[in-house]
Every structure is written in structure tokens, then in C-alpha cells.
């Protein structure tokens, strides 16, 4: 099966792909560099969301461009990983959290545009995405058993909040996603969500917990934690990797699109 991974803060390679070769994908949306190789017996295409050095803020991710760079490398899921910080006690940092649920009510790209591929009137496969839950529950069950293997506490459940970044948010703003039932926020994943549901790609996301949000824990901790937890979220993701991508051999897509034209 070919799958794509795509990264995020912290995790700018993928450090164990066998016959790993770099290239870069045209698309209308502009150019993507990959990286294509193996684990095992897993075809791997792997993106950078930040790209090298961090070149680009969470504002400035082209989303739209890293999805149909995938979907031309003809990729039959997709594995995303973000760090996030939590907004749910529960979500302690350190551990996992396989999310089965999306809070992104912008629908914004972070030019201010809507998160969609459906941008022309009257476009062929144009709709609406229609789900229950946003995520591929057979391949969050294959991440869930795989994260056993990784040493770290996982939450098979969680919901996933977007919000925009650069800066951080306020604890005004934390609380209100805490009323909504967010676990855990980061700044990049809900348009991936999207575009890969509206090209009903079989996708997951998993969140490394780096620090608890404004206001959640009693006291702060200092930023180094957070930043020493951000360097060592590469290996964790990439022994989840280890132990889910190899056999993965099916994955079905969240809900439908409700085509126009079809």
C-alpha cells in the first residue's frame, strides 16, 4: 500500500525510510517537495508541512498544494502527525492522542479562503463531504494498536482543534475550545482533514502533546519543555510509523461526497 506521512513542527525528515529519494511535484497549486521510500514493506510518501529549517509558518502552509502533490503520488491514505498543545487535563503531555473528531468551524485556508477544492461554480466533482466522523476508523484502529509499541500513553479518543496561528492563544480563547469539547489544539491540520476528505483519502491524525494550553494546568511550565518534548516527538512518530505502516493493506475513507454531476 502507498501511504502518505505528512509532519509537522520539529520533524522536517523522516529519518528510517529505506531507498529514500527526494523530488519535487508540480502542481496547479504550486511546487511540493517529497520523499519517497519504504518501511518494510510500506511505500512511503512523506511531506514536510513546515519544510526544511521551518520555513514556513503555520500561516503560510500551502495546504492545497501538499494534498494534490499526495494525491499525485497516488497515495491510498494518508497518516498525518502534528505536536499540540492541550486543552483536556487528560491529555497529558508526552503521550498520543489518535483523534476521531474535528473542530474547525472556520473552514478557512490561511489566506482566508475556503478550505475546499470546489472553488469554481458549475466545476465537475463538485459537493459536499458527508460524515459521521472526519477520520478513517479502520486506519485509526491500526495507529491505535500500533501506539502500544511506541513507550508513550495513548488516547484512542479526541478531538482535534484548528485553530490559526502564528501566535498562541489566550486563555479566553482556550477555555471556549475547552466548552466545545477540544482535547487538544495545533495550527495546521483541519484544512488536511478537509481536502483529503473531499478527495475521499482514507486519512488519521495523531497529536504528540508537547505542553497543556494557556490556562489549563495550574501553573505554566517553562518553554524549554515544550521545546525539548517538540525534538523528541520525532521518534515517537516515526516508532508509531515503524509499527503501523508495514501491513497496512486497506484503509476506507470517512463518509462520501455528494457529487453534482455524478
Request: with cysteine.
Amino acid at each position: 500500500m502507498r501511504i502518505g506521512v505528512i509532519t509537522g513542527s520539529g520533524s522536517y525528515d523522516w529519518p528510517s525510510l529505506d531507498e529514500a529519494c527526494e523530488r519535487t511535484v508540480a502542481t496547479e497549486f504550486g511546487d511540493v517537495t517529497v520523499t519517497e521510500g519504504r518501511i518494510k514493506d510500506a511505500e512511503v510518501v512523506h511531506l514536510s508541512r513546515h519544510g526544511a529549517g521551518h520555513h514556513r509558518l503555520s500561516h503560510q502552509v500551502e495546504h492545497r498544494a501538499n494534498l494534490a502533490a499526495l494525491l499525485a503520488c497516488h497515495v491510498q491514505a494518508l497518516v498525518s502527525f502534528t505536536v499540540c498543545g492541550a486543552v483536556d487535563l487528560a491529555a497529558e503531555p508526552g503521550s498520543l492522542v489518535v483523534f476521531d473528531d474535528l473542530y474547525f468551524p472556520s473552514n478557512r485556508l490561511p489566506d482566508g479562503s475556503p478550505c475546499t477544492w470546489y472553488d469554481t461554480p458549475g466545476a465537475p466533482g463538485r459537493g459536499h463531504w458527508i460524515f459521521e466522523a472526519p477520520f478513517s476508523e479502520p486506519l485509526r484502529q491500526h495507529l491505535i494498536a500500533a501506539a502500544a509499541h511506541t513507550g508513550a500513553p495513548v488516547l484512542a479518543r479526541g478531538t482535534y482543534g484548528h485553530v490559526d496561528g502564528p501566535r498562541f492563544n489566550s486563555r479566553s480563547e482556550i477555555a471556549a475550545l475547552a466548552r466545545a469539547g477540544v482535547t487538544a489544539v495545533s495550527q495546521t491540520a483541519g484544512p488536511e482533514v478537509v481536502l483529503a476528505g473531499e478527495a475521499e483519502l482514507p486519512m488519521a491524525l495523531v497529536g504528540y502533546v508537547t505542553d497543556y494550553a494557556n490556562g489549563v494546568a495550574p501553573a505554566p511550565e517553562p518553554v524549554e519543555a515544550l521545546l525539548a518534548r517538540m525534538a523528541s516527538s520525532t521518534q515517537v512518530f516515526t516508532a508509531l510509523a515503524e509499527h503501523a505502516l508495514p501491513g497496512l493493506d486497506t484503509a476506507a475513507a470517512a463518509g462520501f461526497v455528494y457529487r453534482f454531476d455524478a
